[in-house]
């Protein structure tokens, strides 16, 4: 049963980058045809899709947040992190990490992480 668990700070700054990390256990982020994404839900709105990294390493990202956001991984701890860099009060939401497969398409996320509540706030 895979499981995985977002961390990071709780509270972000106007204007400077925020950083999540989703830690996997019980299955491999190389692992094929599995797809990590990374999806938010601001207060009061539906979940957003922000971008993925693929099994492969490849990544893909919402278009209207692709010039703020990296994905990145660290095969050696089974993690895989989002950098969303400029954020302001609007990028406040819950954080959340999922595994798709076999394709990106959000209908195929079968795990989800707990979530994290992220502020963006001075």
């Known amino acids: 049963q895979v499981q995985l668990r977002e961390s990071g700070p709780g509270l972000v700054k106007p204007s400077q980058a925020l950083s999540l990390t989703c830690t996997v256990s019980g299955g491999s982020i190389t692992e094929n045809f599995y797809y990590w994404n990374w999806i938010r839900q601001p207060p009061g709105k539906g979940l957003e899709w922000m971008g993925a990294?693929?099994?492969?390493?490849?990544?893909y990202y919402s278009p209207s947040l692709q010039s703020r956001t990296t994905i990145s991984r660290d095969m050696s701890k089974n993690q895989f992190t989002l950098q969303l860099n400029s954020v302001t009060p609007e990028d406040t939401a819950v954080y959340y990490c999922?595994?798709?497969?076999?394709?990106?398409?959000?209908?195929?996320?079968?795990?989800w992480g707990q979530g994290t509540q992220v502020t963006v706030s001075s």
């Open positions: 999922a595994r798709a497969f076999p394709s990106i398409q959000t209908a195929s996320i079968g795990s």
């Open positions: 990294i693929a099994y492969s390493g490849s990544t």
